[in-house]
Nanobody, 115 residues
Framework: QVQLVESGGGLVQAGESLRLSCVVS????????IGWYRQAPGKQRELVAS???????NYGDSVKGRFTISRDNAKNTAYLQMNSLKPEDTAVYYC?????????WGQGTQVTVSS
């Protein structure tokens, strides 16, 4: 059974940083593509960043230059380093892994940025 556990969310002030972690179990992590998504109240879930199993990176336009996605295959863990946080980054952040027809999501972690 594939499980994803996110951590690292919290309440910060604008301009501060957070690092989210996503620990994946039950799959061959090195073969997984990883994505971080977020959903703010009343808005659709949107892609924040993704990293393929070949380490190709993709970022949403609103986070380019501020957020960095990475992975540690030895630890079965994906990270999202978030710098220069803005109030509009406030959302629940979800980790996603996929490969082939398989698609799994974590439970989400709340990030709140105060102005």
């Amino acid at each position: 059974q594939v499980q994803l556990v996110e951590s690292g969310g919290g309440l910060v002030q604008a301009g501060e940083s957070l690092r989210l972690s996503c620990v994946v179990s039950g799959s061959t992590f090195s073969r997984n593509h990883i994505g971080w998504y977020r959903q703010a109240p009343g808005k659709q879930r949107e892609l924040v960043a993704s990293i393929t199993r070949g380490n190709m990176l993709n970022y949403g336009d609103s986070v380019k230059g501020r957020f960095t996605i990475s992975r540690d295959n030895a630890k079965n863990t994906a990270y999202l380093q978030m710098n220069s946080l803005k109030p509009e980054d406030t959302a629940v952040y979800y980790c996603n892994v996929w490969w082939g027809a398989n698609d799994y999501w974590g439970q989400g972690t709340q990030v709140t940025v105060s102005s």
